[in-house]
Every structure is written in structure tokens, then in C-alpha cells.
Antibody
Framework: QAQLQESGPGLVKPSGTLSLTCVVS?????????WNWVRQSPGAGLEWIGE?????TNNYNPSFRSRVTISLDTNQFSLKLSFVTAADTAVYYC????????????WGQGTTVTVSS | EIVMTQSPATLSVSPGERVTLSCRAS??????LAWYQQKPGQAPRLLIY???TRTAGLPARFSGSGSGTEFTLTISSLQSEDFAVYYC????????FGQGTKVEIK
């Protein structure tokens, strides 16, 4: 049973870089899956940010492509979002989708990130 | 970007009633649609994918239908644990979510 857990700073300064990690347990991160980041804010609702495959291939939402990096590590994957503004304040979720569907079947509990000086 | 529009925004329902939630895509997405349920303080939970395929263990009272631009999530007899916000998500071109329908107790 796959489980995901986000971690990272809860406060980031404007123009800085938001960095989050998602620890994967119950399944190997090298197994055929895609590892996603999604965020949720009152203003924008749920937004898909991007994903990385088990072999390191990326797909990014064009809205974030210029400032986002999602990468793979040992039993975890990470999100870096640069040049943040108050509009990037949100709950950030990591999630998995399998190779057979684009729907995300396993989610972390979410972590709140506030962008403020 | 494909825009997903859900209606209504809020639905007031009594337990035991049949509920129908709608989701419309701004262009055809074939059957590339998922439904999620979200309760306060929790992450979204996948219910339905490929428009009509239920996830393992999902009660049979949940069903999804539609293709192209018009989709429906039906709950045949609403239970107390079903009061939540429901989101649709397309994955035909990138991924976008609807704004959600809140199902609340009448």
C-alpha cells in the first residue's frame, strides 16, 4: 500500500524558492509510476503542477514550466518552485498516478506553504 | 487550457436521496475524466477514472457516466459519509480540475 508524505518549510519569502519533498513508502519509487505535485488554494482551486516518472521523465503544467523543477531521489521526489509570490500560497499535495491512467490514486496529506515576508 | 465547469456549486441534500453532479469540459476530452471526493482537512480521494471506472472498493452507489464534454457523477442513495466536495479532473490535455460541487446536509 503506497503512502506519501510531504515535508518542507511552511513559510517562504517572496521571490524566493519553494522547496518540498515527498517521501514514498510502501512501494518502490523506481516502480512504474508517475509522481505528481498538485496544489490547492481558495482562489485558484486545485492546480496540477507537474510530474516525474520513475525513470526521471518530466511533464509540467505550461503555467509553471518556466519556474518549476520536479526531480527524483531515493524513495522520495521533490518540488522546486522559484520566484514565488503570494499567489503561490497554497496547500501542496504530492500524489501518484499509475501507468494505466492519468488519474491520481494515492495522495499525501498535504502541506501548507505561505509566501510572505 | 481546457476549462472544467461543475454545477451546481452547492447541493443541499437529505440522506437517502439520489444526487447527480455535473461536469462540463470546454472542449471534447473523450473519456479522460476523473472524479474525486474531498472532505475538510483531507486530500482528494479518487473515486472514478476514465469517466466511468470505479476504484477498487468504491461502493456501488457511486457511478460515473458521460463522454466528450458532458459528464455526470451519480450517488444513488446519499449516505452520511458522502457529504463532501466533489471535483472533476480532465487529463486529455495536461490536467485541469473543476471548481467543485459541495454536497451539504439539507
Amino acid at each position: 500500500q503506497a503512502q506519501l508524505q510531504e515535508s518542507g518549510p511552511g513559510l517562504v519569502k517572496p521571490s524566493g524558492t519553494l522547496s518540498l519533498t515527498c517521501v514514498v513508502s510502501g512501494v518502490s519509487i523506481s516502480s512504474p509510476n508517475w509522481w505528481n505535485w498538485v496544489r490547492q488554494s481558495p482562489g485558484a482551486g486545485l492546480e496540477w503542477i507537474g510530474e516525474v516518472s520513475h525513470i526521471g521523465t518530466n511533464n509540467y503544467n505550461p503555467s509553471f514550466r518556466s519556474r518549476v523543477t520536479i526531480s527524483l531521489d531515493t524513495n522520495q521526489f521533490s518540488l522546486k518552485l522559484s520566484f514565488v509570490t503570494a499567489a503561490d500560497t497554497a496547500v501542496y499535495y504530492c500524489a501518484r498516478r499509475t501507468m494505466s491512467t492519468y488519474a491520481m490514486d494515492v495522495w499525501g496529506q498535504g502541506t501548507t506553504v505561505t509566501v510572505s515576508s | 487550457e481546457i476549462v472544467m465547469t461543475q454545477s451546481p456549486a452547492t447541493l443541499s441534500v437529505s440522506p437517502g436521496e439520489r444526487v447527480t453532479l455535473s461536469c462540463r469540459a470546454s472542449q471534447s476530452i473523450n473519456s479522460n475524466l476523473a472524479w474525486y471526493q474531498q472532505k475538510p482537512g483531507q486530500a482528494p480521494r479518487l473515486l472514478i477514472y476514465d469517466a466511468s471506472t470505479r476504484t477498487a472498493g468504491l461502493p456501488a452507489r457511486f457511478s460515473g457516466s458521460g463522454s466528450g464534454t458532458e459528464f455526470t457523477l451519480t450517488i444513488s442513495s446519499l449516505q452520511s459519509e458522502d457529504f463532501a466536495v466533489y471535483y472533476c479532473q480532465q487529463y486529455s490535455i495536461w490536467r485541469t480540475f473543476g471548481q467543485g460541487t459541495k454536497v451539504e446536509i439539507k
